[in-house]
């Protein structure tokens, strides 16, 4: 009996210095990020992500934006997007979803972005991933003063449109607008922040994501604009008040 009880605390002992061992191999993050924690936010996300790991390490740095299409049971869906970047020699990935993980990738082949999207994909397996591409933004002057976080009760998707346009808004200019659109013929409030990443001009808004629009005007003062492409996430939307 004491025999065997001995042999069992010793593979205990082994299988909990293993576990050591594995936290103590596991790569630390190479700093702590708070999310924004939004809905459908996976690209406002990385892109909150991606400005404070350049703020963080100058413009010399790494650091990409990976976006995907997807189809989930042959229906095309919403795509996710991710940070990508280079710190200790080495290469991770921020998911919003997951966190911080190293990639066991070379560096040297860290602007193939079909093989870095390989092992990030592989987390959703109900989801066949399509075209993966890499974005990056380019120096802009934010304005001032920014934008606030308005409304705690995220009412009418408000808290979270604000919530992006106050963290974005510390790197770029940034539109918050509220406004009137028809869902299922009923006409029903909405929120959206406008800004431009990666030569794009991006609108997210709570319900539906962010969606990146090519416009022949790069710019978040051009209301008319911005209304019409409101009008194609938001079928008729009304006029835009600013916040």
Request: with cysteine; net charge neutral.
């Amino acid at each position: 009996m004491n025999r065997w009880f001995t042999l069992f605390a010793l593979l205990s002992l082994g299988v909990r210095s293993a576990h050591a061992a594995d936290a103590v191999a596991a790569p630390k993050p190479p700093f702590t990020h708070t999310p924004l924690n939004v809905a459908n936010g996976c690209f406002v996300e990385s892109v909150a992500f991606y400005d404070e790991f350049m703020e963080k390490n100058g413009a010399s740095a790494w650091c990409r934006l990976l976006q995907w299409g997807a189809k989930e049971e042959e229906e095309v869906v919403a795509g996710h997007a991710v940070a990508v970047f280079e710190s200790g020699g080495g290469l991770w990935s921020w998911d919003v979803n997951f966190g911080f993980s190293p990639l066991d990738i070379d560096p040297a082949k860290r602007d193939d972005a079909v093989l870095i999207s390989a092992p990030l994909t592989a987390r959703y397996p109900k989801i066949s991933a399509q075209y993966p591409l890499y974005r990056l933004d380019f120096s802009q002057t934010p304005e001032d003063p920014p934008p606030v976080e308005l409304d705690p009760t995220n009412e009418l998707g408000l808290r979270d449109a604000s919530r992006v346009a106050a963290r974005l808004a510390r790197h770029r200019p940034v539109r918050l607008v509220q406004f009137t659109w028809l869902k299922d013929g009923t006409t029903v409030p909405g929120a959206a922040c406008a800004f431009v990443f990666n030569g794009r001009l991006c609108v997210y808004v709570p319900a539906f994501g962010t969606i990146p629009f090519h416009v022949s005007a790069l710019s978040v003062a051009n209301l008319h604009q911005l209304q019409e492409l409101l009008k194609r996430i938001c079928p008729g939307t009304g006029a835009l008040t600013v916040r």
